[in-house]
Every structure is written in C-alpha cells, then in structure tokens.
C-alpha cells in the first residue's frame, strides 16, 4: 500500500490563522479550500476531496460555520453536515444565529433537525401569510 501524501495548510478564517498548523505551510482561506471540495467533489478525485474534508472538518467554527454548512448541502456530503450538526449542538453562538433567523435558508432547513419545535413554528406562521 502506498504511503498516503501529507498535505500541510494553514486556514484563514475571518483573519486569524490557526495556531496548531505548520509555520512553514501556505495560508489557504477556508472559502478556497470549500471551492476546492467543491471542484474535487464535482469531478470525482476522491483521494483529494476527502483530505480536504477532514482538513475543514476540524476547522469548523462560528465564523465560518454557514458557508462550511452551505457547501456540505450544495455537494451532498453527509460526513461534513454531520460534523457541522454536532458542532451546532453544542454552540450557544449557532444557537442564537439560529433563533434569529442569520443563517442562509438551507442552513436553516437543515439546523431543523435538531432543533425542530422552534423552526417549524416560524415557517408555520409563514407559511399563514401565503
């Protein structure tokens, strides 16, 4: 079995870079590394694609919690929604962008899994209008 290759980035989230990774690495912005997953995913270069996911999945926080959500929905990708699920459950930050309705639409129809009662009380009340 060959040796699998070691990729060393730094992720830049909102201007602060994380301090566990590699001096030495390239500074890459998560939205980069979301369209490269984006782009791996889409032409099927799988080996890339999941050294990218796990490389977001642990650098998933409030900042960039909606677009990291946002890219796991447009490409499907369970492991990613599930690790920004558990992530969201114990956040009282995603909590409170929840309840305040700041997150973009699907992030929203998707935190409804795990907080139900309130989001399907305020699409009732929206859904009375039409």
Known sequence: REAEPQVRVKCKSQGKLDATSNKNATEVPIDVLL??????????????????IDYIKKHVNTENFDSVMSCAIAIDCSTLKLTCLRFAESSDSIWNKYESQSLSGEVMHELGTIWPASYRATQGRLKEFY
């Open 35 to 52: 369209g490269c997953a984006t782009i791996t995913h889409k032409w099927q270069i799988h080996g890339i694609f999941e050294i990218i």
